[in-house]
């Protein structure tokens, strides 16, 4: 098959920020199909004015400059999602192709992808990665009802479009066919776990550790994602707060960027446990994350507690996982249950910071239940949700939408975990 990709915030390796893309897309070009990519180029100073093309393992990936960044106002960010899928358009209309697989968010990506679909009489498969538009609503960045009315009118034409739909969690396929959408074309298909890459590195720990005066040898917490609204780092900074009240030895590693990092900062400073139990670091490259898990006793996947966000299927999530470290969630959802039924770490929805923080210092410097986590969430990572498995499933979803066959979707890919 000759794929037209289409992701706005494609990602590699060398980038900070989820893979998910181009994993999937990798695994295409090694099972014998031509990929093309059309993503954004978003750095904020590039001399470049229009497309260019670069090779990715195999993968064509064709950049549009777009500048982006999570600093940006929701009104610059909603310019730069249409900036890019009226470039996109253009772009996947002249590419062709057998198929497209277009993946929000932005949901967006559909003003590219449903007119080249149509235009080259070439089926569409849309992802979705979040519930668009009910996030955004949910948290209050989108309350023009002008705009929601446009965002549920753009939602539903993305999938009356499509011939299949590929849900990242069970959650995400339960608000698709709440639109109507047929169950039986909805695949289920969550990100991943790199379980080669991200398999424990004992030297890499030590490294990690030793370039860090302030570690040592303490029990280490990570967060490593986006300082974003929704997920609500400075949660964490409640539960350092008692933590230092308890007088534990736990050290908690923040890295990213995003528009909430400076508050999360001066709450730390506020809350007086700023660079005495709390550290901050920026967005690392992906290739350095499986380093930072090798180093930490427990790693987490934070977001505030809505309905809209428990659907969630955050990358820090299965590269938790992959890395054998045990996994912190602070949300309801399914990754709540699958935390509790499998026993890979501490789930604390509704737990008080004070609660959090006695059972976080209990368990953190507990080795059997460190060492019984971890191999349950290596685990989870090896049956459930391995890249290749699930690159796998990908493929066979994109070949039986070609083949005229969407029902099977639902068939390939459940989603029962």
């Known amino acids: 098959m000759k794929v037209i990709y289409l992701h706005q915030y494609f990602t590699t390796p060398e980038m900070s920020g989820g893979t998910r893309s181009y994993e999937m897309a990798r695994r295409m070009v090694a099972a014998g199909h031509e990929v093309h990519m059309v993503t954004s180029y978003r750095e904020m100073n590039t001399p470049e004015k229009s497309w260019f093309k670069t090779e990715e393992s195999g993968i064509h990936v064709h950049w549009y400059p777009v500048p ?38 932005p949901l967006t990506i559909a003003l590219p992808a449903v007119p080249a679909s149509r235009k080259n009489k070439i089926p569409l498969v849309f992802e979705v990665r979040d519930l668009w538009p009910e996030m955004p609503i949910a948290v209050g ?18 999938y009356r479009n499509s011939q299949a739909v590929v849900a990242l969690s069970p959650g995400m396929k339960e608000g698709v066919v709440r639109t109507g959408f047929p169950a039986e074309k909805v695949a289920v298909i969550p990100n991943g776990c790199d379980n080669v890459e991200f398999q424990f590195d004992a030297s890499a720990a030590v490294r990690f550790r030793k370039e860090r005066n302030w570690l040592g040898s303490s029990p280490l917490f990570v967060y490593a994602g986006t300082f974003g609204k929704v997920n609500g780092v400075d949660y964490i900074i409640d539960v350092a707060e008692q933590l230092l009240k308890i007088e534990s030895e736990i050290k908690i590693l923040l890295v990213g960027s995003g528009a909430e990092r400076e508050k999360t900062i001066q709450m730390a400073k506020k809350k007086k446990v700023y660079e005495k139990n709390v550290f901050i670091e920026g967005a690392m490259p992906k290739s350095e994350i499986p380093g930072l898990l090798s180093a930490a006793t427990m790693a987490s996947n934070l977001v505030i507690d809505l309905p809209e966000a428990r659907a969630n299927s955050a990358n820090k999530f299965f590269d ?45 410097q507990d080795p059997q239940w460190l060492e019984k986590a971890g191999r349950a969430a290596r685990q989870l990572a090896e049956e459930n949700f391995d890249r290749e498995k699930l690159a796998d499933e990908l493929i066979r979803v994109l070949q039986a939408v070609k083949n005229k066959c969407p029902e099977r979707a639902a068939y390939i890919s459940p989603g029962c975990y």
Request: aromatic share 10%; glycine share 6%; hydrophobic share 50%.
């Open 320 to 364: 938790t996982l992959a890395s054998g470290t045990p996994i912190f969630i602070n949300h309801g959802g399914w990754m709540h249950e699958l935390v509790k039924s499998t026993g890979c770490g501490l789930a604390m929805w509704q737990k008080s910071p004070a609660d959090v923080a006695v059972e976080l210092d209990s368990k953190m």
């Open 141 to 158: 960045a989108l309350q023009n009802p002008l705009l929601k009315f446009a965002a549920h009118k753009l939602e539903l034409w993305a």
């Open 68 to 105: 982006y960044s999570n600093n940006m106002s929701f009104l610059q960010r909603i310019k730069a999602f249409f900036d890019f899928a009226m470039a996109a358009r253009k772009k996947a209309v002249k590419l062709g192709g057998d198929i497209i697989f277009a993946s929000s968010t």
